[in-house]
């Protein structure tokens, strides 16, 4: 393989240098533990800080409200497991949708089993919600709203001041999802009404096993872990000291260069999506047109299916992945893509490929040229293709 193009930014991103350089000494010279009392631990303690506060001037509210966890499926459970446990005296309904993460989904099912009620909301074609429908869901025992920011599979974005809106008219709690979303736009939780949020370093090109959840003030959640008396009691567990400095750090640079970076993102999402719909026939593009994210690209290819387009892309040494859960070994498509109409038999012909800061238009060229070459190769080999092309003769 001569070359590797990386476009699978939605699973996880390469830590930038400067965030690697301000995480080194915590490993090997700052490695105090930041609970300890004596001043080579302050070492520790204070750079905590710093990066909570870095953390929670992005969003706009107190350092106090950020609590590191261990990611996004972590805070996921945690706003979720915790609102539903301490809330459950003023009701037991909980409100989400079908297309949310798994940290999400499986959350929400498991309290099924344990005596909740969860209701799923539609999303339209493009993969966002109607708010008449979240209005109609609401119940007078509706504890919790969980609505992801931007969905991972297709980049839409979903109305969420209107939602927070919604929710603090009705005094329910809202917690999003935003492990996609956060570092890729501007996100003030108090604009927003947002009373949770979740997100992850290693999605904004810091370390892995590292995040946080946004707790407003007077949310009465109680821990998920625990042990110690860490995080103001809130979350057990020595923290995680190199990593929260360098998810402050990718935080820093995120905000910093969000602007040009989303726009150089944009322009090339944009060139693909363009040059794709135009060049390779029957291909679909799934998620909104312009309300995405800026790096998101998620095409459907009909007569196709999608672990061989994602093979045969990795010989190009082209790494992206499949709207198709089958290289996870299940033979059910993507419940993203079911969740807005398309067919099984489209569904499993689905390819995301999502963008980063250092990818550019001559590695986009090579990419699509080698797409519109393989999909014409697979769809060579189907009968279904051929039967297909029979008929509009």
């Not at 209107?162 to 979303?181: L, P, R, S, W, Y």
């Not at 190199?242 to 090339?268: D, N, S, Y």
Request: proline fraction near 3%; aromatic fraction near 6%; charge should be negative.
């Amino acid at each position: 393989m001569d070359r590797l193009i990386y476009l699978d930014h939605a699973a996880t991103t390469a830590v930038r240098p400067e965030v690697v350089e301000a995480m080194l000494p915590y490993f090997t010279e700052n490695y105090g533990n930041p609970s300890s009392v004596y001043k080579f631990s302050s070492l520790s303690k204070d750079a905590v800080s710093a990066s909570r506060k870095v953390i929670a001037d992005s969003l706009n509210t107190a350092a106090a409200n950020i609590y590191f966890t261990a990611g996004g499926s972590e805070s996921d459970n945690w706003a979720i497991k915790e609102t539903a446990r301490v809330y459950s005296s003023k009701g037991k309904h909980i409100i989400t949708t079908k297309i949310e993460h798994h940290a999400v989904l499986h959350t929400t099912e498991f309290l099924e089993k344990n005596g909740f009620e969860v209701t799923y909301l539609n999303v339209d074609e493009n993969g966002i919600i109607k708010l008449e429908d979240l209005k109609n869901a609401i119940r007078p025992d509706t504890i919790l709203i969980s609505i992801m920011f931007a969905n991972n599979e297709i980049g839409s974005v979903q109305p969420i001041k209107e939602i927070g809106k919604i929710a603090k008219a009705n005094g329910i709690i809202f917690h999003t999802d935003a492990v996609q979303a956060y570092g890729q736009m501007p996100i003030d939780v108090e604009d927003m009404n947002i009373d949770m949020l979740s997100a992850s370093g290693h999605k904004l090109n810091g370390p892995k096993g590292v995040g946080f959840l946004y707790i407003r003030k007077g949310i009465k959640i109680r821990n998920l872990i625990h042990g110690g008396g860490q995080e103001r009691a809130r979350r057990a567990g020595t923290e995680n000291v190199p990593g929260i400095v360098g998810l402050g750090k990718a935080v820093e640079i995120a905000v910093k260069t969000m602007e040009e970076r989303t726009a150089h993102e944009k322009e090339l999402r944009d060139y693909v999506i363009d040059r794709v719909l135009a060049e390779i026939p029957y291909t679909r593009l799934n998620g909104h047109r312009t309300e995405r994210l800026a790096n998101n690209i998620n095409f459907s290819f009909q007569f196709i299916e999608g672990e061989s387009l994602l093979i045969m892309l990795d010989m190009a040494g082209i790494c992206g992945s499949s709207g198709s859960a089958c290289t996870s070994g299940s033979l059910d498509p993507s419940h993203v893509l079911l969740a807005i109409g398309l067919p099984h038999e489209i569904a499993h012909g689905s390819l995301r490929l999502t963008l980063g800061y250092e990818n550019t238009k001559e590695e986009l060229d090579y990419v699509i040229d080698n797409l519109k070459e393989i999909v014409q190769r697979l769809r060579d080999m189907s009968p279904l293709y051929e039967d297909f092309m029979k008929k509009q003769k």
